[in-house]
Nanobody, 126 residues
């Protein structure tokens, strides 16, 4: 069973940066596309970014494009989300997830993501 543990959240002022990490165990990490999602209070969970396993192509929500960067280190079974120029509206609990099935290619949407971690809180003060 695939398990995910996020870390790296915290409190930061607007314009600051944070780097989130998601450690994956229990599966063949290098063969899964990975995604980051977030959920703000009173709102539904929304897609933030995804990275493929095959060519490490990346995808971003329009709201974070140019500010966030997703990456992965297959040797460490970890996916990262570098967040720069943070805004108060980025405040949310951030989750990582695996895209099933193994070897599937992410091309958009939110279908197929599962094995959610516990999330890490990101709070951006104005």
């Amino acid at each position: 069973q695939v398990q995910l543990v996020e870390s790296g959240g915290g409190l930061v002022q607007a314009g600051g940066s944070l780097r989130l990490s998601c450690a994956v165990s229990g599966g063949s990490f290098s063969n899964y596309a990975m995604g980051w999602f977030r959920q703000a209070p009173g709102k539904e969970r929304e897609f933030v970014s995804a990275i493929n396993w095959s060519d490490t192509s990346t995808y971003y929500a329009d709201s974070v494009k140019g500010r966030f960067t997703i990456s992965r280190d297959n040797a460490k079974n970890t996916v990262y989300l570098q967040m720069n120029s943070l805004k108060p509206e980025d405040t949310a609990v951030y989750y990582c997830a695996v895209k099933f099935p193994r070897y599937s290619i992410y091309r958009g949407g939110v279908a197929g993501f599962g094995s959610w971690g516990q999330g890490t809180q990101v709070t951006v003060s104005s």
